[in-house]
């Protein structure tokens, strides 16, 4: 069968030999008691002397089994950081969790609920946060699994290696509803993807972060040089999220303590649109 996706191949490998392992050590020691009840058993001629001490075998057992776990987990590590690392995302969507549904707000302006639409073949990252309570973002199929917290972003790497409709889970108790709290996910070939964004109504994510820009007063002073620092070049989506709430937090230095915190002031929605924003300010 054709992988879904090469995180889910390189996690069902490493599960299969993890299976695999723990299976032999179960029939290894199954085996050895079995054999030594029957050796031992009461009444039985036996050679009962033993050895208190043996040096050779203590030094096997416990170089052997470091050995096996610390491949383990050097393995489990390389395929954990294939999903978590940064790496360049051909696609970027934003995801908002709340009790008890999901919403994705694409770069381009389409805006969905429960029902995700994606391009195959290329990388994707899904950026997330929650409006209320911890979720999980999992999609079972492709071994794809990451909380969805309050307050904070957390992203997500995958790449689909081919079309089709996939389930949605969340997988973190949330409440009531949480075991309803599911959706779809859907690959697409990248044109019908494009035409997808292309063909919404909703404004682009940058466009409706520029109004907030322009409406919340952030251009009052980043509009001007002398009064705030230069925005440009800023990528970091944490980074903009805190400066934006929490702004004297970090040392501003000579801009120290004049900008207000937009703490409750901006939804989730506005916050992303607005890192949208400033994201794509150039020289
Ligand atoms: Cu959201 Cu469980």
Request: charged residues 25%.
């Amino acid at each position: 069968m054709r992988p879904l996706s090469q995180v889910a191949h390189s996690v069902d490998l490493l599960t299969l030999v993890l299976t695999l392992v723990c299976a032999l050590v179960v029939i290894l020691i199954i085996g050895f008691i079995t054999y030594y009840c029957l050796k031992y058993k009461a009444g039985k001629k036996a050679d009962r002397s033993y050895d208190t001490q043996s040096t050779g075998l203590e030094i096997t057992w416990t170089a052997l089994t470091l050995v096996i776990f610390v491949s383990f987990f050097a393995w489990g590590m390389n395929v954990y950081q294939k999903q978590v690392s940064p790496k360049k995302a051909d696609y970027e969507v934003y995801v908002f969790a709340k009790r008890w549904m999901w919403e994705f707000h694409h770069p381009g302006g389409l805006r969905e609920i429960n029902h995700l639409h994606l391009p195959s073949h290329k990388n994707i990252r899904l950026r997330m946060v929650s409006k209320d309570v911890i979720h999980s973002f999992y999609i079972p199929d492709f071994r794809v699994k990451q909380d969805i917290l309050p307050e904070t972003y957390t992203s997500i790497h995958f790449k689909a290696e081919r079309v089709g409709d996939f389930l949605l889970q969340c997988a973190e108790y949330c409440g009531t509803d949480h075991s309803r709290m599911g959706g779809k996910v859907t690959f697409l070939k990248e044109e019908e993807y494009l035409k997808l964004v292309k063909d919404s109504t909703t404004v682009t994510l940058g466009a409706s972060g520029k109004e907030v820009f322009e409406t919340k007063g952030c251009i009052s002073c980043h509009g001007n040089e002398r009064m705030a620092p230069s925005l440009v070049g800023l990528t970091d989506d944490s980074y903009l999220r805190k400066s934006i709430l929490y702004p004297t937090n970090k040392n501003r230095g000579r801009y120290q303590g004049i900008m207000p915190s937009y703490q409750g002031t901006l939804s989730e929605e506005e916050l992303i649109s607005l890192i949208q924003y400033i994201k794509g300010f150039r020289k």
